[in-house]
């Protein structure tokens, strides 16, 4: 896994933080996309997967 923050903005009430997440394919094929849908704000790209 490779985590990389792409983004950080401080606001009035907080941080805005945008995170790139790498994950290799066996990582990948533990990911549960019903949990994924609890957080408010994300996209999943699988840019240069071999699925």
Not at 8 to 20: H, P, Y
Not at 33 to 42: Q, T
């Amino acid at each position: 896994m490779q985590v990389d923050v792409d983004f950080v903005n401080k606001l009035n009430d907080g941080w805005e933080v945008r995170l790139s997440v790498k994950l290799s394919s066996e990582e990948l094929s533990r990911l549960n996309m019903d949990k994924l849908d609890s957080i408010e704000d994300y996209k999943v790209n699988f840019e240069g997967s071999e699925l």
